[in-house]
């Protein structure tokens, strides 16, 4: 785990699967923002945002794309996201 910035209110922290693959959780207590992406060699493969619009997803078949049906804004934890990667990591053959 490395923590890249941290301030009052905020913080985000990268969690290393291997090298080139991590997973970065930011959190604004302030605004509400909460981000959770998964990275392999700095191209976002999968991802969960929350700001004032609420949740939405970027599913792994299309990350830049934002998922904003009812599972897609489905508010999740930093645990909840690591089941879901671990999924996609286990279906896709990831590692």
């Not at 493969?45 to 792994?60: A, E, M, T, V």
Request: overall charge negative; some cysteine.
């Amino acid at each position: 785990m490395e923590l890249i910035d941290k301030h009052r209110g905020a913080i985000k922290l990268r969690l290393y699967v291997e090298e080139n693959f991590y997973i970065q959780a930011y959190y604004n207590m302030i605004t509400g923002t909460t981000n959770f992406v998964a990275i392999i060699g700095n191209q976002r493969i999968f991802g969960r945002d929350c700001g004032q619009d609420g949740w939405h997803r970027h599913p792994f078949d299309d990350p830049d794309s934002h998922d904003c049906s009812s599972e897609g804004r489905k508010g999740v934890t930093l645990t909840n996201f690591l089941e879901e990667l671990q999924e996609i990591i286990e279906k896709e053959n990831l590692l």
